[in-house]
């Protein structure tokens, strides 16, 4: 199989507040970039999110965004960088409870049966 051959995905998860929420999970044999990030806040008043990046490798979480402040009715735009996920790696968002979000990424997943998990 061509390794230069992707597929775009996008993936919207609305978000259980005041937990962590897995967006996105590379599946195995894959490599996966990320695109584009949104998270919505749907509500009146001003909410916190945070988002990790799970590296399933080392099993170590690192915070992408930490404690980040949407406005009411307002959105969080994450792009115009990549960010690389091997297999079984995954993104969770963690909204403040009480709060009301919506999530939603694309990634373009490449086959790679080299990628570790």
């Known amino acids: 199989?061509?390794?230069?051959?992707?597929?775009?995905?996008s993936v919207g998860t609305h978000l259980t507040s005041g937990v962590s929420n897995t967006v996105y999970t590379c599946p195995s044999n894959y490599t996966a970039h990320v695109e584009l990030l949104?998270?919505?806040?749907?509500?009146?008043?001003?909410?916190?999110?945070?988002?990790?990046?799970?590296?399933?490798?080392?099993?170590?979480?690192y915070a992408i965004v930490g404690g980040y402040v949407i406005s009411a009715f307002s959105y969080l735009?994450?792009?115009?960088?990549?960010l690389t996920?091997?297999?079984?790696?995954?993104l969770t968002v963690t909204s403040e409870a009480g709060s009301t979000m919506d999530c939603t990424i694309t990634v373009e997943e490449y086959y790679d049966p080299t990628s570790r998990q």
């Open 77 to 82: 735009k994450l792009d115009g960088s990549y």
């Open 38 to 61: 949104f998270v919505s806040n749907l509500g009146s008043g001003n909410k916190t999110v945070l988002i990790k990046w799970h590296d399933a490798y080392n099993n170590v979480d």
């Open 85 to 90: 996920l091997n297999a079984g790696d995954y």
């Open 1 to 9: 199989m061509d390794r230069n051959i992707f597929k775009s995905r």
